[in-house]
């Protein structure tokens, strides 16, 4: 392992959480990108491909919103997804305005791959951890984007 | 307030920590870009002038190094510091490829504001939390970080 000194001895030292946060934010999101390149899409695209395995039909802004994404990128990356014959994109039959989100067979069809991917990464993150402490973290993560919503 | 109702009821629901991460980390970057504004500054600049308030001299390409940052980002967030005087950027003399960076009598000035701020976000993230439940906290932020320079 080719690992720099210099960033294991930083996160050693620093006790400000938001450093810790944005720092491994922006590792996983350069290991995302790193997976996702052969399937010619970036986390953003992963991600709407994610939420609509778990639920298919919901309404494009209201993704946005629940997570706090910019409305203009969401758009943007469904636009792409549908490009690329991954999601199918309908206007509400109640309310035109709505548009109702679903994948596709092919798209349908690469999400378990996807989801192995988004595990591995989850995985690694919490290596180390044992059951109890994993779900206490998460338990106080989900405080502080409670707390983050709020700001 | 005006809680969106759809963000907490997705923070309640969420198990994935890089949900969490990720969300917290857009929700941070959100209310410094508000809280910066007026200094004309982004999240990127003020991290910086944070970095070498804490210690003068550090070298350019160091500092995106230790913490994983890009280092054309960098560079380009210190050239707007310079030119707007709060950053002096000087070769080493001893190795005049590396950039040693320190702050102007102006950007030292600005950093006690600054600190304000970022504690103020801060103290708004960890708002519930005992002492003993931040110091955890960190203690599994800085294992998550650590796992994610592995990655």
Chains 1, 2 share one sequence.
């Not at 944005?22 to 986390?43: D, M, V």
């Not at 039959?93 to 192995?116: V, Y």
Request: proline share 2%; aromatic share 8%.
């Amino acid at each position: 392992m080719n690992k720099d000194t210099s960033v294991t001895r930083w996160i050693r030292e620093i006790t400000i959480p938001t450093a810790l946060i944005s720092y491994t934010y922006r590792a996983t999101q350069k290991k995302f990108s790193k997976e996702l390149a052969r399937y010619h899409i970036g986390w953003g695209h992963f991600i709407i491909l994610m939420i609509l395995s778990d639920k298919e039909g919901q309404s494009q802004d209201g993704i946005a919103q629940s997570r706090g994404f910019d409305k203009t990128m969401i758009a943007k990356s469904v636009a792409k997804l549908e490009e690329m014959g991954l999601v199918r994109r309908e206007n509400d039959p109640g309310d035109r305005r709505i548009k109702r989100l679903s994948l596709t067979k092919a798209g349908r069809a690469l999400c378990p791959e996807l989801k192995h991917i988004g595990f591995g990464i989850y995985s690694d993150l919490v290596k180390g951890f044992s059951d109890e402490e994993s779900a206490r973290m998460i338990e106080y993560l989900r405080r502080v984007a409670m707390n983050a919503s709020d700001l």
